[in-house]
């Protein structure tokens, strides 16, 4: 079984400063790890995906995520946040093998607010 | 792009009347997934397909039905309305990896 929890449903930061959203997973198999963005009046648009190769993730827009084992986490980061990075964004898990791990457990969502 | 469209993209209904959902995709995808999101809960699966009249439950699956009579198209039904039904609805495909790729949603209001 898979969960996920964001700390912060959510987030401000001001134009230029560091984004740092955060993901803590918990699973019962080696995950895979995904983000994905949503905004305004749209569907669900992946950013970057963990799939046990390298720990450090890069993702469209600018964005990164580290995966750390120990600390069961998967934060997402930028290094300045521009206006257009407005939006929720979300934080799903999945066992790594393709047989059996159908699903995706998506947690709760982060709303991103950038002050000018 | 995934070639995932969803109609409609709006409806109104009032609660007791039936409402289907559908999903098309172009790309031969063998799972497709039915999801609402509401705030607070992020996405839930209501419920998938793993192919033609192949379909499982997911963890909000009271209250709906599924069919895939054919691979390119997943509906959703709701027998019977209820306010609490009132949500967006979001349909996805798999990828190898785990992806999913996500429709552009259908927002239902049931009054």
């Known amino acids: 079984a898979q969960s996920v929890t964001q700390l912060g449903s959510h987030v401000s930061v001001s134009e230029g400063a560091l984004v740092l959203l955060r993901c803590n997973y918990s699973s019962s198999v080696p995950p895979y790890l995904f983000w994905y963005v949503q905004y305004p009046n749209q569907g669900l648009q992946l950013l970057l995906k963990y799939t046990s190769a390298a720990t450090l993730v890069k993702g469209i827009n600018g964005f990164e995520a580290e995966f750390k084992k120990s600390e069961t986490s998967f934060h997402l980061t930028k290094p300045s946040a521009h206006m257009s990075d407005a939006a929720e964004y979300f934080c799903?898990?999945?066992?790594?093998?393709?047989?059996?791990?159908?699903?995706?457990?998506f947690g709760t969502g982060t709303r991103l607010t950038i002050i000018p | 792009d995934a070639g995932i469209t969803q109609s409609p993209r709006h409806k109104v209904t009032e609660t007791g009347t039936p409402v289907t959902l559908r999903c098309h995709q172009t790309?031969?995808?063998?799972?497709m997934y039915w999801y609402r999101q509401d705030p607070g809960h992020g996405l839930r699966l209501i419920h998938y397909s793993y192919g033609v009249k192949d379909t499982d439950k997911g963890e909000v699956s009271d209250g709906y039905s599924v069919s895939r009579s054919k691979t390119e198209d997943f509906l959703l039904t709701l027998e019977s309305a209820t306010s609490s039904q009132t949500s967006v609805y979001f349909c996805?495909?798999?990828?190898?990896?785990?992806?999913?790729?996500f429709g552009p949603g259908t927002r239902l209001t049931v009054l």
């Open positions: 790309e031969n995808h063998r799972y």
């Open positions: 799903a898990v999945s066992g790594a093998l393709d047989f059996g791990n159908e699903k995706l457990t």
């Open positions: 996805a495909i798999r990828e190898r990896g785990n992806e999913q790729f």
